[in-house]
Nanobody, 115 residues
Framework: QVRLVESGGGLVQTGGSLRLSCAAS????????MGWYRQAPGEQRELVAR???????NYGGSVKGRFTISRDRRKNTVYLQMNNLKPEDTAVYYC?????????WGQGTQVTVSS
């Protein structure tokens, strides 16, 4: 049974920091990418950051320079360090694990940034 366990969300003031983590277990296929997406109320889900197994990383435009994605490949865990948080970062953050042929999603963790 595949499990994605997310943690680290919460409430923080503008300019603060949070660190999200997502641990994947029970996977049958090899991981080709791990990443984070977010969805604010009334908005579409958007890419926050993504790390591929060949070493590439991608960031959404609004988080570049503030967020950093990292992975512990032995633990199948992905982290998202979020610094200088802004109210517009408020959203539910979802962990995404890409294998072939199946993508997996976490249950989501709420991040709220107060002004």
């Amino acid at each position: 049974q595949v499990r994605l366990v997310e943690s680290g969300g919460g409430l923080v003031q503008t300019g603060g920091s949070l660190r999200l983590s997502c641990a994947a277990s029970g996977l049958f296929f090899s991981i080709s990418a791990m990443g984070w997406y977010r969805q604010a109320p009334g908005e579409q889900r958007e890419l926050v950051a993504r790390s591929t197994s060949d070493g590439n990383t991608n960031y959404g435009g609004s988080v570049k320079g503030r967020f950093t994605i990292s992975r512990d490949r032995r633990k199948n865990t992905v982290y998202l360090q979020m610094n200088n948080l802004k109210p517009e970062d408020t959203a539910v953050y979802y962990c995404n694990v890409v294998t072939h042929p199946i993508d997996y999603w976490g249950q989501g963790t709420q991040v709220t940034v107060s002004s």
